[in-house]
C-alpha cells in the first residue's frame, strides 16, 4: 500500500495541474523535478515555472513552454538562459513576447530588441530608452503594432515615416502623434482610411477636409459626429449612415427630411432601425417609408408616429421581425386578438406587455406552447386553469410553476395534472412504440421517435428508462433496424429472421 501512495498522490496532482498549473506551488519537492508533471503545468499557466525545481528552471524544453504560453514568465528562468542570446533569438522566432523578463543587458541588445519587436511591437514599452529612440526599432515595433508608437521617443512622434507605419497599422494610433503630425494631410488620410474613427485624433483643420472626411465615413458612419462641416452634405452623409444608421442623427435638419438618404439609413447593416428615430417627424408619419423600417427592424416601431404605432398593418409587419415590438404598439393593438396571437405564437414572453384584458385563455395557451416559463406572466385568474396548468408544464415550465404556487390547494392540483401529463407521455410512448412510421426514404420504420419529454415523464411514472432510452436509440435509427431484420431474414431464412425481429421488439 506504501508503494502505491505516491503514484495516488501523482495522479491526483496531475489532474490539478491540468486544470491550474500553479497547483504546482503545492506539490512536493520531488514532483517538482518532475519533468513531465512541470510541463503540463507550464503548459496550463506559463506563471508556474517559479515553482519548477532549479533544475527544471535550466530546461529550454520546459521554459520554452512557459514562455510561449506567458512571455513574461521568462523572469522565472535560469540566469544562464535569460543571458543565453541564442536561445533568446530562437525563442522570439518563435514568437515568444518577453523582454520585460530579460536583463537590462538584453534590453539594450538591438538584435534581440528588434527580434522581439517582431513577435509583439507592444514590448517596445520594456526596451532601454536608447533604443526607443532608434528608428529601426521603433518602426518594427509600430509595423507589428500601431500603437507601439506610445512608447517611442518624442523625436520619433514627429516622424513622418514611423506615424505613416504606425497608422497605417492602427488608424487609433494617430493620438500618439505629435501635432504637427495631426495635421499632416498625407498621415491622417492614411489614418481614417484603417478606421474612420481616428478622425477624431485629427486637427479642426483636416476635419474640414472633404476627402478625409470622406474616407472616414466609408469606414465608420459615426465619424460624421466629427465633421460637422459636412452635415449637409448629400453624398457624405448617405455614406456614413450606410455604415451606421445612428449617424443620421448628426445630418443638418434638411437632409432628415430626405426620403433617400433616410431609406439608406434603413438598408443599413448597422442599426438600421435607428434611422427612423432620427429621422424628421414628417417622416416618422410615412407610412411605407416607416413599413421598411419595421422590415428591417421591428423594435423600429417605438420611432414611429403614435398614428402608425396604431395602424394594424404597420405592427402586424413589426410584430412579424420581432415579436417584442408589441410593446410599442397603441394599447388598441396590444388587446387586438389577431395581432397578440401572431405575437405570442412567435414568443410566449410577449405576455408580459400585454395588459390583463389581452390574456384569455386562447391566447395564453398557445403563449405557453412556446416557452412554458412565460406563465410566470400570465393572471392569477388562469394560473390555477387546469389545462393552462398542464400546457406550462407540457412546455417546460414546471419548475416556474412550482414557484409560484403558494397554496395547498394549489399544489395539490399542480400535482396531480403533472400526475396527468407523465400518464399521458406514457401512453404516447407506448403508442409510439407500436405503431410502425414511415421514414423519409419512405420505409417502414419499426419505431416513432419520442420525444425526450416523453421519456422524462416515462422515467418519472416508473416506467424502465433503460428500456424507453434503448428504445429512443432505436427510434432514432429506425431504417438501419429494419434493414438489419431484412438481412437478418435473408441471411438465416425466414424463421430464424423472425426470431431475431422479436428479440429486437
Sequence with gaps: MESETPLLQREELLSALQRDGLCLRHAKESFKSDEELVMIAVTQNGNALKFASEELKKSKRVVTAAVLKHGPSMFFASKHLIEDRDFILELCGKGASFLSGLDDKMKKDKEVVIACMKANGLQLEYADPSLQKDKDV????????????????EELLNDKEVVTAAVSKTGD????AS?????????VLCAVKQSGDSLKHSSEELRKDREIVLEA???????????PAFSDDKEIVTIAVQANAKALKFASKDLKKDQEVVYSALKSECSAGEGLKFADPELQADKELVMEAVK??????????ASLRGDKEVV????????EALEFATDSLKIDKDVVIMAVKKAGDVLKVLPSQAQDKEVVLEALKTSGEAIKYVTEDLIADREVMKQAIMSGGEKVLGSMMESEEAQQMMAEVIEEVEAQHVRIAHLSLQKPATSSSGETSCLNPIDDTVYESMGRAGVDYEHAALQRGLAAGTDLCCQ???KAEDENGGEQGDAKRRKVE
Design 138 to 153: 521603433v518602426l518594427t515595433a509600430v509595423s507589428s503594432h500601431g500603437k507601439a508608437l506610445r512608447f517611442a521617443s
Design 296 to 305: 428591417a427592424d421591428g423594435d423600429a416601431l417605438q420611432f414611429a408616429d
Design 217 to 227: 465615413v466609408k469606414m465608420s458612419g459615426r465619424a460624421l459626429s466629427l465633421a
Design 316 to 323: 402586424s409587419e413589426a410584430v412579424s421581425t420581432r415579436p
Design 484 to 486: 438489419a431484420e431484412r
Design 173 to 176: 494610433s494617430l493620438k500618439f
Design 179 to 187: 501635432p504637427e503630425m495631426k495635421n499632416d494631410r498625407d498621415v
